[in-house]
């Protein structure tokens, strides 16, 4: 019977385990080292969800000025990993959740691909959960979401380049914010779960409302990327002139290309259903933490084109409103309890995870994309020390393809360029191309690339 509670305890997160004994997550160490991790509450439904062809993947990038050296990359890769704990583990299935176990080394460094977020094969990575690639003059680092999220994942690649950077240049590049010193120990505010910390006193969930879904030929098999380059200051520019940030100036130019999409194809069946994109919410801006692990939550934001026509300006003011409303702290500490108190639902901590996996596989796909027609995840403008700016050009964001939705877009700035990476497992490419038309016609510049080689 102890050892039964013990399991429980252990199963749902409540310690983390330090050179092999239980410590209370509350106590303050300074030099600790990981043998294993609970997965954090937002990571715990993507190991269930996961099939034979699907895992959720992200992935970050960098673009230098000169050829990467991969022998240098692979020692800068190793120091970094040592600093992020929650990159050197691999998924384990245990009773009750999975959970990450601790493993030695790094990942090899592969080749890039023009397929990019393709199923990982943890077998055939060392066990690794993400993998770093790199080709000419670009380091990419792509992870599978139960590790971290795209700010966790930007960290990572911000140190990992500064590391790299000061073994081939030997510059000395001051660290601070999300740019890491390999040489300072872990804390465990860094790897602790944020969700149960900042969830607040009472719940709130979203009306179930199953939004316009975009249907297409299905090709799955291949990442379809297409990127556009922006001037940044420009489109800040044209946001605040409307009083809007550039998430919400972005986010509404996607909106009016997705109702084109319905307008052009009006299924019957879902002609009443509203258009809403998902914008994910750093929460790590919202309540200070300093957390490494995932922590961020959704807005879902939309027009309502039942009720007439809107012009820009006026779905502009509608998206700062509902952003708004949607980013206010109480109200996410109110949907961070939602998915908390789940978590601990005695069903949920009880029952093994084999009775668990097919009941979240489900939920997942019952809820997990159908309140949004398509998604856009913004990671803002990236911050480097003056040291490294002359050695970088570029950063790219870009997100793996959905369970559900076919099209999901992703933005990240630097040095005035802002990139939006549209990914796609459909061959229509009406979506993006609305998107882009829009904003040339709004007189903005827009340079396009695409993986496919046409």
């Keep these: 019977?102890?050892?039964?509670?013990?399991?429980?305890?252990?199963?749902?997160?409540?310690?983390?385990?330090?050179?092999?004994?239980?410590?209370?997550?509350?106590?303050?160490?300074?030099?600790?080292?990981?043998?294993?991790?609970?997965?954090?509450?937002?990571?715990?439904?993507?190991?269930?969800?996961?099939?034979?062809?699907?895992?959720?993947?992200?992935?970050?990038?960098?673009?230098?000025?000169?050829?990467?050296?991969?022998?240098?990359?692979?020692?800068?890769?190793?120091?970094?990993?040592?600093?992020?704990?929650?990159?050197?583990?691999?998924?384990?299935?245990?009773?009750?959740?999975?959970?990450?176990?601790?493993?030695?080394?790094?990942?090899?460094?592969?080749?890039?691909v023009q397929n990019p977020c393709a199923r990982m094969r943890f077998s055939e990575n060392g066990g690794f959960a993400f993998r770093v690639r790199c080709y000419n003059r670009r380091i990419a680092v792509e992870i599978f979401h139960v590790i971290t999220d795209g700010g966790g994942g930007l960290s990572f690649l911000k140190t990992l380049t500064a590391e790299y950077l000061t073994l081939k240049y030997g510059v000395e590049i001051p660290r601070a914010g999300d740019l890491l010193d390999c040489n300072d120990a872990v804390s465990p505010e860094e790897i602790a779960d944020g969700?149960?910390?900042?969830?607040?006193?009472?719940?709130?969930?979203?009306?179930?409302?199953?939004?316009?879904?975009?249907?297409?030929?299905?090709?799955?098999?291949?990442?379809?990327?297409?990127?556009?380059?922006?001037?940044?200051?420009?489109?800040?520019?044209?946001?605040?002139?409307?009083?809007?940030?550039?998430?919400?100036?972005?986010?509404?130019?996607?909106?009016?290309?997705?109702?084109?999409?319905?307008?052009?194809?009006?299924?019957?069946?879902?002609?009443?259903?509203?258009?809403?994109?998902?914008?994910?919410?750093?929460?790590?801006?919202?309540?200070?933490?300093?957390?490494?692990?995932?922590?961020?939550?959704?807005?879902?934001?939309?027009?309502?084109?039942?009720?007439?026509?809107?012009?820009?300006?006026?779905?502009?003011?509608?998206?700062?409103?509902q952003l708004k409303l949607e980013t206010d702290p109480h109200r996410l500490a109110a949907k961070i309890a939602s998915n908390v108190n789940i978590e601990k639902n005695v069903f949920m901590r009880l029952v093994p995870l084999f009775i668990k996996n097919p009941i979240m596989s489900l939920a997942y796909r019952v809820e997990g994309d159908r309140k949004s027609t398509t998604c856009l995840s913004n990671l803002g403008r990236v911050e480097l020390p003056e040291q490294m700016c002359p050695y970088v050009e570029r950063f790219d964001f870009m997100l793996g393809s959905l369970i559900e939705n076919p099209v999901a877009s992703a933005a990240v700035s630097y040095d005035g360029k802002l990139a939006i990476n549209f990914t796609r497992t459909i061959e229509e490419t009406f979506l993006e191309r609305a998107f882009f038309t829009r904003l040339v016609k709004m007189g903005i510049h827009v340079k396009l690339e695409s993986n496919q080689g046409n």
Excluded at 31 to 51: E, F, G, Q, R, V
């Design 1 to 112: 019977m102890i050892l039964f509670f013990t399991l429980v305890f252990v199963a749902n997160g409540n310690f983390i385990c330090y050179n092999g004994g239980m410590k209370q997550k509350n106590e303050k160490h300074r030099h600790i080292k990981i043998s294993w991790l609970p997965l954090d509450n937002a990571a715990k439904i993507y190991p269930p969800a996961m099939t034979e062809g699907w895992n959720a993947l992200f992935r970050v990038s960098v673009t230098l000025n000169e050829p990467v050296d991969r022998q240098i990359l692979k020692r800068a890769l190793l120091k970094t990993i040592a600093r992020f704990p929650n990159f050197a583990m691999q998924l384990r299935r245990g009773f009750f959740w999975y959970y990450l176990d601790k493993l030695d080394g790094a990942p090899e460094i592969q080749d890039d």
């Design 195 to 321: 969700f149960p910390k900042y969830a607040g006193p009472k719940s709130v969930s979203e009306p179930a409302c199953t939004a316009y879904h975009l249907n297409g030929t299905p090709d799955p098999d291949f990442l379809h990327v297409t990127t556009g380059i922006l001037d940044a200051a420009e489109i800040s520019s044209r946001a605040k002139a409307l009083g809007a940030t550039v998430t919400e100036y972005l986010t509404t130019v996607l909106l009016f290309a997705a109702s084109d999409w319905k307008k052009a194809r009006s299924e019957f069946r879902q002609k009443r259903r509203p258009v809403k994109v998902t914008v994910p919410v750093n929460l790590r801006k919202v309540f200070g933490c300093k957390t490494l692990r995932n922590f961020a939550n959704y807005a879902n934001v939309g027009l309502d084109t039942r009720l007439g026509e809107y012009s820009f300006e006026e779905a502009v003011k509608i998206v700062h409103h």
